[in-house]
């Protein structure tokens, strides 16, 4: 996709109501399929990345995608260095406080995923340690929640790494998105999910959203519009079918 240079006007106006940039800045972490990673051939995929350019195409955007840790996105976004952060991302009240919020375009619930029969329920867990993404939904959901029953987090640059960690019996469980646990579990045999999905509004509930810098109301407008008409076209029921097939 072609990648136009931004302009110093442009950059002045950065993340104004007024305008869009000539290029949208979508940054993302790539560590997290199906929602983001990076292939064979050193080049971002998934589903988030794909409704991402599809959204790009029908709103009429230059878009370009850029790679970082998760616990860095939003701090990214607010310092304006991206106009856009894809990446399977809760919308919370904390989080809605530093950024807005696009419409949701996923439904999310987490689970918690352990080596099989080693664990029947969630209470099993309490004091051993579950491996988290760091910055994420599910790392303050057992900070708030878990953490004073006993039940110890352990924060990990990406969720992948977390469940290395597991294979390798290094912590007992890992705490992350059902629809990547699910990815998982179809790849890696002796693993279950242990207890129900956790659907709590603060942490999970409400959906994934694409945080945008705060005040650029233009940005979120088109990109509410595409999904609109993505949902219409039947463009977000294919891609949805691809990467989560029932």
């Not at 616990?71 to 990446?87: E, G, M, N, Q, V």
Request: overall charge negative.
């Amino acid at each position: 996709m072609k990648k136009t240079l931004l302009s110093v006007a442009l950059l002045a106006t950065f993340g104004s109501t007024a305008a869009l940039a000539d290029e949208v800045k979508f940054v993302t972490n790539a560590a997290y399929p199906p929602f983001e990673f990076v292939d064979d051939n050193n080049e971002m995929q998934g589903f988030d990345i794909e409704l991402a350019k599809a959204l790009c195409e029908v709103a009429e955007l230059e878009c370009s995608f850029h790679n970082q840790a998760f616990d860095s996105l939003i701090p990214s976004l607010k310092f304006k260095r991206y106009h856009a952060a894809i990446a399977a991302m809760d919308i919370t009240p904390e989080r809605a406080e530093q950024v807005d919020f696009s419409d949701i375009y996923y439904e999310n619930s987490a689970v918690f995923v352990a080596p099989n029969d080693k664990f029947s329920s969630i209470d099993e867990l309490k004091g051993l340690t579950v491996g988290v993404q760091n910055g994420t939904s599910h790392q303050k959901y057992i900070q708030d929640n878990l953490e004073g029953e006993g039940l110890k987090p352990r924060p990990y640059q990406s969720v992948q790494d977390g469940l290395l960690d597991m294979t390798n019996g290094r912590i007992e469980a890992v705490f992350a998105d059902t629809a990547v646990v699910g990815d998982w579990l179809g790849k890696n045999t002796g693993y279950e999910v242990v207890g129900d999905a956790v659907t709590d509004d603060n942490y999970f509930g409400t959906g994934f959203g694409i945080a945008v810098t705060k005040g650029n109301q233009e940005l979120l407008n088109k990109l509410n519009q595409g999904l609109a008409e993505l949902k219409e076209n039947g463009t977000y029921d294919r891609l949805y079918s691809k990467y989560f097939p029932k």
